[in-house]
């Protein structure tokens, strides 16, 4: 059987990984004021420029059932069958848009990642590496499903602005860190973006922080896989998370950019380590 793995465009996968994953994406949409674009079509210094100028977010939708419907139909013209990742059903509508179109076609299965980002990209390299073992599909939509929890995902964020501004953190967690410059660290748990840990100085020093703090406190990961993601940060800052993370063992260590869909999320300054934390 041949199967296609999918996802959203907030995989948050460069072309060229996508294309060296053999995963296939459908665009979610972004409005500055009156002007919409896929995710994807539109650099991401556009929206941190458009925030600065207008002091509101980009609006932000997903796919509608017919979307769906046409992106699976076209699939299914050279697959058996298809398993679609979507992202967190807490954080988007995309999964119900997926899921209804999926029942109106035969073998498109619709996964709720529960999480973002590249945290969806790590399902579908498990998914691709269980598809080229030959087991039927149901025993793969499975497996993938029962490590959906062993997702971890987080990121630092340099300030709360557009969190704030999209409603998703309160007036006073907003203003409290702007007054005492804390770079908070957001997790994703149950399948929604909460407040973890809390960090104090350069934006650059908390990301290094950040990631060895990820590290002890999630220290049964799967080194098979490991994803660096950041809106905006210094090359050399990069290159001494992924030093840390090569001397931790792991394996295969992939560094990508936000997309706009999450950039609009988070903004400027924002990364982190995603990876499987369900290694022995």
């Known amino acids: 059987m041949k199967i296609k793995v999918s996802a959203e465009s907030t995989v948050d996968l460069s072309k060229e990984?996508?294309?060296?994953?053999?995963i296939s994406t459908i665009p979610l949409y972004v409005r500055l004021a009156e002007k919409e674009f896929k995710d994807g079509d539109i650099p991401c210094q556009?929206?941190?420029?458009?925030?600065?100028?207008?002091?509101?977010?980009?609006?932000?939708?997903?796919?509608?059932?017919?979307?769906y419907i046409d992106y699976f139909s076209d699939l299914l013209k050279e697959n058996d069958a298809v398993i679609h990742f979507s992202i967190s059903s807490e954080i988007s509508?995309?999964?119900q848009h997926a899921l209804s179109a999926s029942k109106q076609l035969k073998n498109v299965y619709v996964i709720d990642s529960r999480t973002l980002s590249t945290g969806i990209a790590l399902l579908c390299l498990c998914a691709t590496d269980l598809a080229k073992k030959d087991l039927p599909i149901e025993t793969i939509v499975q497996k993938v499903k029962d490590r959906v929890p062993s997702t971890c995902v987080?990121?630092?964020?340099?300030?709360?602005?557009?969190l704030y501004k999209g409603g998703r953190c309160n007036s006073l967690q907003y203003f409290g860190s702007n007054l005492l410059k804390i770079r908070p660290q957001?997790?994703?748990?149950?399948?929604?973006?909460?407040?973890?840990?809390?960090f104090m100085g350069s934006i650059d020093s908390v990301f290094i922080k950040y990631v060895n703090s990820v590290l002890e406190e999630f220290n049964t990961p799967d080194l098979k896989n490991i994803f660096i993601t950041y809106t905006t940060c210094k090359p050399e800052t990069v290159e001494q998370i992924k030093?840390?993370?090569?001397?931790?063992?792991?394996?295969n260590i992939y560094i990508t950019n936000a997309g706009a869909t999450i950039t609009s999320y988070c903004g400027e300054n924002c990364l982190g380590i995603l990876f499987f934390n369900d290694g022995k």
């Open 186 to 198: 957001i997790l994703v748990k149950n399948g929604s973006m909460t407040s973890h840990k809390k």
């Open 154 to 162: 987080s990121f630092i964020l340099n300030e709360l602005n557009y």
């Open 93 to 95: 509508g995309s999964y």
């Open 243 to 251: 030093h840390i993370l090569t001397e931790k063992g792991f394996k």
């Open 17 to 22: 990984l996508i294309e060296k994953f053999e």
């Open 46 to 67: 556009n929206i941190f420029d458009f925030v600065k100028k207008t002091k509101t977010l980009p609006k932000t939708s997903a796919p509608n059932d017919q979307n």
